[in-house]
């Protein structure tokens, strides 16, 4: 208790040297302007990355005396229980944040915090994530809110796989020999019938044909096989109206990857993900059961992984699962994903957390 009056009065006596912060409704052209001002890994949390999934999101957000926004945050609303909460709303789990402008200071977002105009746009519950732990706003935002009397509920999900291909291209060829000559056999063997081959998408390059083709891919994978047919990213036409309108759009489409891999016209596998600054961030790769024995998975990976070291790409983030082929391939643990609940309210947060941490 001490420690956070001591943090909190630290903020105030700072603050007070500051100018007003001003927290109002904002646009989606003001969001786009805090995106353009923000960290680069925040590149992609533009109007059109919250805005494709739910059109009908509210933005409350800060800006400087001189007009500069420099923090915006989209609200929609769900349910918990009986409960009503505001939550980010976004195109992708689990980059469920918001953007900061690289400069703006503690003591500017602790007011902002704290204004009355933020208060109610956060309401007494409001959820932030899924993100990853090492989330640049996460990083801020947490120690901040503590500061200014939010509880805050942590859940872990999951741990993230994270594989540093500068240092494994710098220690020596990778994959290794062996490596390399057993993924040869495998696309000799694949190629018996016809001509392997792979592509590398970029942006707008991710047409209807490729999406048609990793719907095909995922039509006859496992996942396919699930209850409600599992969690597809183009044969589940919701899912797949998403990742059309991010293709349509001529600015963030440019951060989105696809590969491909075919034998003769019969796709077999693909890799799709979100490409910010030198990290490939992989949102889905699947392949066909039918070819399952060959590793065309893996083939498929190696040389995206590959194409993605010659963009200058330095590391691949695998998100979580499958730790077994992922570590065999030289990927380590990462940051956690976790969902933070933020409430106000000793009492409330006690009766939330057992609601929350069983929550789907």
């Given at each position: 208790m001490m420690r956070e009056r001591f943090s909190l009065n630290i903020l105030?006596?700072?603050?007070s040297e500051l100018p007003a912060i001003d927290v109002a409704p904002f646009s989606a052209s003001d969001l786009d302007a805090v995106t353009a001002a923000a960290h680069p890994s925040q590149a992609f949390l533009t109007s059109s990355w919250f805005g494709a999934t739910d059109q009908s999101y509210s933005i409350v957000g800060a800006r400087r005396p001189d007009g500069s926004p420099v923090a915006a945050m989209p609200f929609t609303e769900r349910s918990i229980g009986p409960f009503r909460i505001k939550e980010m709303p976004g195109s992708y789990w689990p980059f469920r944040s918001f953007p900061l402008a690289e400069d703006i200071s503690d003591a500017e977002l602790g007011l902002a915090l704290r204004s009355d105009e933020m208060q109610r746009a956060m309401g007494r519950i409001f959820r932030f994530g899924p993100v990853y732990s090492d989330d640049p706003t996460a990083v801020r935002l947490v120690p901040l809110a503590e500061a200014n009397g939010w509880q805050i509920i942590r859940k872990p999900l999951a741990t993230c796989y994270e594989l540093d291909l500068s240092a494994l291209r710098a220690a020596g060829?990778?994959?290794?020999?062996?490596t390399a000559r057993k993924n040869r056999a495998r696309e000799r063997k694949i190629a018996v019938d016809d001509e392997l081959n792979y592509r590398f998408l970029i942006g707008t390059e991710i047409d209807k044909a490729s999406m048609d083709a990793m719907a095909i891919i995922e039509a006859n994978s496992w996942l396919a096989t699930l209850n409600g047919g599992g969690d597809t990213k183009f044969l589940d036409p919701k899912s797949r109206a998403v990742w059309e309108k991010l293709t349509a759009d001529p600015v963030l489409s440019q951060?989105?990857?696809?590969?491909?891999?075919t034998v003769g016209e019969t796709p077999i596998a693909?890799?799709?993900g979100l490409?910010?600054?030198?990290c490939r961030y992989y949102i889905a790769n699947n392949y066909d059961d039918g070819f399952s024995k060959?590793?065309?998975?893996?083939?498929?990976?190696?040389?995206?992984?590959?194409?993605a070291a010659e963009r200058g790409i330095g590391k691949i983030s695998w998100g979580a699962g499958d730790a077994g082929y992922k570590t065999e391939m030289g990927a380590k643990p990462g940051p956690e994903i976790q969902d933070l609940l933020f409430i106000r309210g000793k009492a409330l947060?006690?009766?939330?957390?057992p609601l929350f941490?069983?929550?789907g």
């Open positions: 105030k006596a700072i603050e060829p990778w994959p290794k020999g062996s951060s989105l990857f696809a590969s491909l891999m693909f890799s799709f490409e910010i600054e030198n060959f590793g065309p998975g893996k083939l498929l990976l190696y040389k995206d992984f590959e194409f947060a006690m009766l939330l957390r941490l069983r929550a």
